[in-house]
């Protein structure tokens, strides 16, 4: 299995902070990779998807980039939205597999 | 607008069975990847296969094969996950998601989720 590795695991932050989270896979899956923001309660949001590409309807702060194995979401400004947990996912090869998650909470 | 509704939550014994249901409107139903991810309170998701309604194709996760069975009617649009014996580990949050692809070509990850069926098994 392609092991999904996320850190941090918590991440504190303020509103208008840069915010940067990583997810580095096991081996190599291309840019077949996903980010979602998940709230309490709440489905998963797909925000990012094939690495850098941004869903329709999320705002432009956040992105997504890619170096080998290496993941980043950034989120260029926080806004009060965005405290949240956000988890990688990749489904570049069975079984697909996700990321511990990294919980944004308020500094 | 593309919605998945899921069936109800669910209290249960540890060994009775059980079947859930995702219910899709919105898309073509046959033509899209349809995904069984489960969520522990407080953990993070886990993929347990996907189904392509159109052919019935599953592909299962190993930790989940034999555990669960997938299926779908194709009459109701509609999605199952069953399992013929529960256990007291399967109390999870079970959604059902698309698997969306852009342009027809780009596969986007799961795009739409169903708002999830919470399972509690208990004796």
């Known amino acids: 299995d392609i092991q999904m590795t996320q850190s941090p695991s918590t991440l504190s932050a303020s509103v208008g902070d840069r915010v940067t989270i990583s997810c580095r896979a096991s081996?190599?899956?291309?840019?077949?990779l996903a980010w979602y923001q998940q709230k309490p309660g709440k489905t998963p949001n797909l925000l990012i998807y094939?690495?850098?590409t941004l869903e329709s309807g999320v705002p432009t702060r956040f992105s997504g980039s890619e170096s080998g194995t290496e993941f980043t979401l950034t989120i260029s400004s926080l806004q009060p939205d965005d405290f949240a947990t956000y988890y990688c996912?990749?489904?570049?090869?069975?079984?697909?597999?996700f990321g511990q998650g990294t919980k944004v909470e308020m500094k | 607008e593309v919605q998945l509704v899921q069936s109800g939550a669910e209290v249960k014994k540890p060994g009775e069975s059980l079947t859930i249901s995702c219910k899709v409107s919105?898309?073509?139903?046959?033509?899209?990847?349809l995904g069984w991810v489960r969520q522990v309170p407080g953990r993070g998701p886990e993929w347990m296969g996907n189904?392509?309604?159109?052919?019935?194709?599953?592909r299962y996760n190993p930790s989940f094969e034999g555990q669960v069975t997938m299926s779908v009617d194709r009459s109701l649009n509609t999605a199952y996950l069953h399992w013929t014996s529960l256990k007291a580990s399967d109390t999870a949050v079970y959604y059902c998601?698309?698997?969306?692809?852009?342009?027809?070509?780009?596969?986007?990850?799961?795009?739409?989720w169903g708002r999830g069926t919470l399972v509690t098994v208990s004796s």
């Open positions: 998601a698309r698997h969306g692809v852009d342009h027809g070509v780009t596969p986007k990850g799961f795009d739409s």
């Open positions: 919105g898309y073509n139903f046959m033509h899209y990847w």
């Open positions: 189904i392509y309604p159109d052919d019935s194709d599953i």
């Open positions: 081996e190599s899956i291309s840019s077949w």
């Open positions: 094939k690495a850098s």
């Open positions: 996912h990749q489904y570049r090869a069975y079984p697909e597999t």
